[in-house]
């Protein structure tokens, strides 16, 4: 079956510094991947979502990497603020296309 | 535009006690889905509606039901709750992405706090 794993539960970095976040998968070769950012108390917000074809996306200060060979994808944050502190989560979708399966979520925190 | 709301937002019930969480999205999009997060668990699916009118079963749907009343809402019956069902419950929808078609971004609500003594 399919698996996600992101093998950081917890990250601790400085205010302007990159966090680089890691996502690897198994069983599966999934045409896009996706990642999410879940506050506190809060439902996961949709951030961006790469496709196979795609080496790399950015948006402002995020920049998403997909490796299709090492399966596995990494997400930046660069200039990291404090309000960049939360639980990141990548996504696959299942093998029928019918859903998403998530991977448990790296919590970030960027301190002062 | 409200998105997805979910009703209640928290819960405490007995063992053996049943209870409807209500989830409306107003975004018209076809698929709605019910995922509940455990800690160290992260988000599974407990079981998802592609369309209105069909629901199929997702990785953890033991002792959960569902209904599809009609394009917006997508309701989660817990009929004989049990302390494992303790758990904050998530609803959400398929939001195709305008480049991406066929993508299944989703958007979630808020979630529902569920706790079974």
């Known amino acids: 079956s399919q698996k996600i794993e992101q093998n950081s539960e917890a990250l601790n970095i400085q205010e302007g510094k990159t966090a680089t976040l890691t996502c690897n998968y198994t069983?599966?070769?999934?045409?896009?991947l996706q990642w999410y950012r879940q506050d506190p108390g809060r439902g996961p917000v949709f951030l961006l979502l790469?496709?196979?074809?795609?080496k790399e996306k950015r948006k402002e200060r995020l920049k998403v990497t997909f490796d299709t060979t090492l399966k596995q994808s990494l997400f930046h944050i660069t200039a990291s603020q404090p309000a960049d502190s939360a639980t990141y989560l990548c996504?696959?979708?299942?093998?029928?296309?019918?859903?998403?399966?998530f991977g448990k979520g790296t919590t970030l925190s960027v301190s002062s | 535009n409200a998105g997805v709301t979910q009703t209640p937002k928290f819960q405490v019930l007995k063992t053996g006690q049943s209870m409807t969480l209500q989830c409306a999205q107003d975004?018209?999009?076809?698929?709605m889905y019910w995922y509940r997060q455990d800690p160290g668990m992260g988000l599974r699916l407990i079981y998802y509606?592609?369309?209105?009118?069909?629901?199929d079963k997702g990785e953890v749907p033991n002792g959960y039901n569902v209904s599809r009343l009609n394009k917006r809402e997508f309701s989660l019956r817990l009929e004989s709750a049990a302390p494992s069902q303790t758990s904050v419950y998530f609803c959400?929808?398929?939001?195709?992405?305008?480049?991406?078609?066929?993508?299944?971004?989703?958007?979630f609500g808020a979630g529902s706090r569920l706790t079974v003594l």
């Open positions: 996504a696959l979708d299942n093998q029928a296309g019918t859903a998403l399966i």
């Open positions: 069983n599966y070769s999934p045409a896009y």
């Open positions: 790469i496709r196979e074809n795609e």
């Open positions: 975004m018209n999009h076809n698929s």
């Open positions: 509606s592609a369309s209105e009118g069909t629901t």
């Open positions: 959400a929808s398929n939001k195709l992405s305008g480049g991406d078609s066929g993508a299944n971004v989703l958007t």
